[in-house]
Antibody, heavy 118, light 108 residues
């Protein structure tokens, strides 16, 4: 069974940093693109970033470009999202998802909540 | 960026009714890379349809997707109580990947 388990969310002040992790199991992690999607309170889904299976290709939403970095450790079956210069409008539940460009998001994690506030 | 517009915003229907949800793109969605997701309150989204019309594993056949180019439809035949939720369309053919604003299907 494919499983994704996010961690690393929490409360941070504006301008701060946080690193999210997503531990994957049940599939050959290195073969597949992975994605982060977020959902602000009471709002819809927003794509954040995607990384290819090898990690060689990365894509970002304009809203996070230059502040967030997606990466992966295929030896640990783990996806990461380093979030710097956090703003109040980054407050959301962050989901990792199995899929990416030209591949629908078959499986989602349960999400980890990030709150940016002073 | 491919902007997706979903309509209606809210659909009020009774169990057993048919739901028809629309998703329109400002530009053609390449390769029919269009998906539909269901999200219930407090839960992660769940993939229902990919490639505009293919059902994901385990999705009941009362869910069907159709369309191409810029106009796509999700149809739910004979609504079951567990189908009342929010539905999102998504294009995943080109970066930036984009989602529609969602359609809430609520009990009338």
């Amino acid at each position: 069974e494919v499983q994704l388990l996010e961690s690393g969310g929490g409360f941070v002040q504006p301008g701060g940093s946080l690193r999210l992790s997503c531990a994957a199991s049940g599939f050959t992690f290195t073969y597949f693109a992975m994605t982060w999607v977020r959902q602000a309170p009471g709002k819809g889904l927003e794509w954040v970033s995607t990384i290819s299976g090898s990690g060689g290709d990365t894509y970002y939403a304009d809203s996070v470009k230059g502040r967030f970095t997606i990466s992966r450790d295929n030896s640990k079956n783990t996806l990461y999202l380093q979030m710097n210069s956090l703003r109040a409008d980054d407050t959301a539940v962050y989901y990792c998802a199995w899929g990416g460009l030209q591949s629908a998001f078959d499986v989602w994690g349960q999400g980890t909540r990030v709150t940016v506030s002073s | 960026e491919i902007v997706l517009t979903q309509s209606p915003g809210t659909l009020s229907l009774s169990p057993g009714a048919r739901a028809t949800l629309s998703c329109r793109a400002r530009q053609s969605v390449s390769g029919s890379y269009l998906a539909w997701y269901q999200q219930k309150l407090g839960q992660a989204p769940r993939l229902l349809i990919y490639g505009a019309s293919s059902r994901a594993t385990g999705v009941p056949d009362r869910f069907s997707g159709s369309g191409s180019g810029t106009d796509f439809t999700l149809t739910i035949n004979r609504l079951e109580p567990e189908d009342f939720a929010v539905y999102y369309c998504q294009q995943y053919g080109r970066s930036p990947l984009t989602f529609g604003g969602g359609t809430k299907v609520e009990i009338k």
